[in-house]
T-cell receptor, first 116, second 113 residues
Framework: ETGVTQSPTHLIKTRGQQVTLRCSSQ?????VSWYQQALGQGPQFIFQ???????GRGNFPPRFSGLQFPNYSSELNVNALELDDSALYLC???????????????FGPGTRLTVL | AQSVTQLGSHVSVSEGALVLLRCNYS??????LFWYVQYPNQGLQLLLK??????LVKGINGFEAEFKKSETSFHLTKPSAHMSDAAEYFC???????????FGTGTLLAVQP
C-alpha cells in the first residue's frame, strides 16, 4: 500500500510568483486536507477536499486555492507569493464515508517552500 | 471553538526518565484529541487518539495519554525515554463537526544520554 506522497520536496520562489504543490492520496482515500506549518509553529488548516469539492476552509486568503482530481490526488496553488508563505506544506489523506464524520488523517512528508 | 495549548515549547529529559508533555484543550463539544510526532524533515505520525471511549489511551512506541475532563487535559507520557524519542510532539483537537485538525504549537523533546 502506497502512503501519501507530495511533490516537490523543496521549492524556492520569489515574491509575487505563483506555485503549485501536489499530493497523491493513499490508496482508497477520498479526502485530502492541506496544512501550512511555519517554522516553529504547529500546522494550520488551509482547506479540505472531499470527493472533488471543497469541504471546509481555514483562515487563509483567496490566493490559496486547491483542486482535487477524480483519482483523489490534489493540488494546492498559491498566487502572488509573499515572504510569509515560506513554510512546510503538509497534505493529509483519509477515507470519509460521509462529509461530516471524522476519520484518521495520514500525512505526507511535506513540501518545503521558501519565498525570497 | 476548539483549541489546544501545549505547555513548554522545549522539554529535556535523560534517557530512561519519565516523559511528560502537557496539553490542555478547549472545546464546546466532546473533543476528539490526538498526539502526533514529527521527526526532522518528515511529516506527522499519529501516536494516539482519544475519541470518547476509554480515558486512558495507549499508543505506539510506549506512549500513552489520559483524558481528564475535569482538568481539560490530555497529557502525553512515557515511563522511560529513549534516544529515538527525540522529536517534536503536537497535540491536536478535531475542529468541531469537521474533519480538520487544530494543532498546538508543539513541544520539542530532547533526550540526553
Amino acid at each position: 500500500e502506497t502512503g501519501v506522497t507530495q511533490s516537490p520536496t523543496h521549492l524556492i520562489k520569489t515574491r509575487g510568483q505563483q506555485v503549485t504543490l501536489r499530493c497523491s492520496s493513499q490508496s482508497g482515500h477520498n479526502t485530502v486536507s492541506w496544512y501550512q506549518q511555519a517554522l516553529g509553529q504547529g500546522p494550520q488548516f488551509i482547506f479540505q477536499y472531499y470527493r472533488e469539492e471543497e469541504n471546509g476552509r481555514g483562515n487563509f486568503p483567496p490566493r490559496f486555492s486547491g483542486l482535487q482530481f477524480p483519482n483523489y490526488s490534489s493540488e494546492l496553488n498559491v498566487n502572488a507569493l509573499e515572504l510569509d508563505d515560506s513554510a512546510l506544506y503538509l497534505c493529509a489523506s483519509s477515507y470519509l464515508p460521509g462529509q461530516k464524520v471524522y476519520n484518521e488523517q495520514f500525512f505526507g512528508p511535506g513540501t518545503r517552500l521558501t519565498v525570497l | 471553538a476548539q483549541s489546544v495549548t501545549q505547555l513548554g515549547s522545549h522539554v529535556s529529559v535523560s534517557e530512561g526518565a519519565l516523559v511528560l508533555l502537557r496539553c490542555n484543550y478547549s472545546s464546546s463539544v466532546p473533543p476528539y484529541l490526538f498526539w502526533y510526532v514529527q521527526y526532522p524533515n518528515q511529516g506527522l505520525q499519529l501516536l494516539l487518539k482519544y475519541t470518547s471511549a476509554a480515558t486512558l489511551v495507549k499508543g505506539i512506541n510506549g506512549f500513552e495519554a489520559e483524558f481528564k475532563k475535569s482538568e481539560t487535559s490530555f497529557h502525553l507520557t512515557k515511563p522511560s525515554a529513549h534516544m529515538s524519542d527525540a522529536a517534536e510532539y503536537f497535540c491536536a483537537v478535531r475542529g468541531g463537526a469537521t474533519n480538520k485538525l487544530i494543532f498546538g504549537t508543539g513541544t520539542l523533546l530532547a533526550v540526553q544520554p
